[in-house]
Structures are given as structure tokens and as C-alpha cells.
């Protein structure tokens, strides 16, 4: 598999919950962006890693966003305290480097009840 | 500010071509993509065009570039049922620590 690879598929829990989506990007890709895509909306940018420079965290929605990316390669995005308006799509990105096309994960779906 | 904007449905029938608009407004927009996503999918790419170029096409599909009106398109010639999906536009640039701004996505539904 040489594709970008996100867990779960699908995810469902109760409002109030942490949930942490999870990303493996392609190998040897060191730019990763994480996007959310609401029902009937586009694709919204999230957070973006860049090697070991800091992190463009300027599209997370709020402070219980946050994102972290481990020895340079996988991701994973943790939503605390969920809430209903979090549901949806929240997709991977991942590119040889910040200028290089951006190949795209199967995504997780996030349902919040 | 970026922005990107789609017609948002098209319907052809099987065997038509199929060209999808799109339009932006960055003018210092390196490249332009194409990505396709599926129900239930992620997305795609499908095809992309660097801002230098004016067209561009790739088996049955065709971008063509219109710079001066920040104007883009996707020709599908001979749609078939398995091009239903929705296609998103994309723009990107690289001169800044940017993501790609997508448009909302046009829905393709082809008619048997």
C-alpha cells in the first residue's frame, strides 16, 4: 500500500468525547495537511506540517483542535470535548513537499450524537 | 482573500461531453488541480495544470486555463456512468506556506 492511510473509517461518539483521528502519510512525503469537509461543503484547511518546522495551525476552528505529527510522519488530529457541528469527513493529505502535489487519505467519518 | 467558486450540480447524458467550471481568485495561483471523490470516497486527482500552460489534456480529459479571467475548465469527453462523482477545483500557491483552496465541488450525475 503506498497510498495515504487514515483510522478509523468511521467513527461515532457521544458529545462531550475525545476522539483522535489518525494519518499515515505516502512515505518519504514530508508536507501533511489535515482538511474537514462538512456535509454539502467544500474542503476546509486545518492544519499543515512542513517537516520538523512548526505547524500551520491557522484554519483550526478552535482550541479543542489540535494536531500533532511523530518522528516526521504519522499524524493524528484530536478533537476534545466534541460537539455536534464536528461531524463530518476529515481527510489526510500528504506531498513530497509543500510545493509537490497533495495525495489525499480515504478520510474518517465522525459522527457526534 | 482565496476563494474559489463552482457551479455546484450538472447532469449529462452517457456519451456527451461533460465540462466543468470553475473560477478563482488568486492571481498569483501556481498550480490548478482537478480532484475527483466518489460517494463514500476520498479524493482523487484527477489532473492538474500549471499556470503557465493554457491547456492541457490527458486521455479523455481536457483543462483548458483562461489566466487573464482566472477561468478554469474540465472537458470529460464521453462521459460514462462511472464519472458520476463530485469534482472538486483546486488552487494552490506556493510562494507562501498555503494549503489548497478548494471550491465546493460540482456533482456530476450522468444519465444513462
Known amino acids: 500500500g503506498a497510498g495515504v492511510s487514515q483510522s478509523p473509517s468511521n467513527k461515532v461518539t457521544e458529545k462531550g468525547k475525545d476522539v483522535e483521528l489518525r494519518c499515515d502519510p505516502i512515505?518519504?512525503?514530508?508536507?501533511l495537511y489535515w482538511y474537514r469537509q462538512s456535509l454539502g461543503q467544500g474542503l476546509e484547511f486545518l492544519i499543515y506540517?512542513?517537516?520538523?518546522?512548526?505547524?500551520?495551525k491557522s484554519g483550526l476552528p478552535s482550541d479543542r483542535f489540535s494536531a500533532e505529527r511523530t518522528g516526521g510522519s504519522v499524524s493524528t488530529l484530536t478533537i476534545q470535548r466534541t460537539q455536534q457541528e464536528d461531524s463530518a469527513v476529515y481527510l489526510c493529505a500528504s506531498s513530497f513537499s509543500r510545493t509537490e502535489t497533495q495525495y489525499f487519505g480515504p478520510g474518517t467519518r465522525l459522527l457526534v450524537l | 482573500g482565496e476563494d474559489v467558486e463552482q457551479s455546484l450540480f450538472l447532469s449529462v447524458r452517457e456519451g456527451d461531453s461533460s465540462v466543468i467550471n470553475c473560477t478563482y481568485t488568486d492571481s498569483s495561483s501556481t498550480y490548478l488541480y482537478w480532484y475527483k471523490q466518489e460517494p463514500g470516497a476520498g479524493l482523487q486527482l484527477l489532473t492538474y495544470i500549471f499556470s503557465n500552460m493554457d491547456m492541457k489534456q490527458d486521455q479523455r480529459l481536457t483543462v483548458l486555463l483562461n489566466k487573464k479571467d482566472k477561468h478554469l475548465s474540465l472537458r470529460i469527453a464521453d462521459t460514462q456512468t462511472g464519472d458520476s462523482a463530485i469534482y472538486f477545483c483546486a488552487e494552490s500557491n506556493p510562494g507562501g506556506n498555503t494549503p489548497l483552496v478548494f471550491g465546493k465541488g460540482t456533482r456530476l450525475s450522468v444519465i444513462a
Open positions: 506540517f512542513q517537516g520538523n518546522s512548526a505547524p500551520d
Open positions: 512515505s518519504g512525503h514530508t508536507a
